[in-house]
């Protein structure tokens, strides 16, 4: 019984520590740019990336995702309508660079209404 107490706590202290810290926050699209060589999308929110891990370049305040991942056009789709409409989004970054080894790699998003 005091085994499953410890495993517990060691998941809960590595599921912490990963969760506090990625990379949130919430901005507009200053613009979008898509890199075919790389299939690869650039999203970059207005005022830049707060808090990006060491990996992340300065090259560019920009989040990045692969379309090579699944539901990579769905993500596409979404940052476009948010774009196009003006509205704030709620990004957050995986807190790693595996899509692009110098940018944060956008996790997930949420369309605000403003």
Do not use: W
């Amino acid at each position: 019984m005091q085994l499953h107490k410890v495993f517990f706590s060691v998941f809960l202290f590595f599921f912490a520590s990963n969760f506090c810290h990625a990379t949130e926050f919430s901005a507009p699209i200053e613009k979008i740019l898509i890199y075919g060589d790389g299939a690869l999308v650039y999203v970059f929110p207005v005022g830049g990336v707060p808090g990006a891990p060491a990996c992340h370049g300065k090259n560019g305040d920009y989040l990045s995702f692969s379309l090579t991942r699944p539901h990579a056009k769905e993500y596409y789709a979404g940052l476009l309508v948010a774009f196009a409409s003006g509205k704030s989004v709620l990004f957050r970054g995986r807190n790693t660079c595996t899509d692009q080894s110098y940018s944060e790699t956008l996790d997930y998003f949420m369309i605000l209404k403003n």
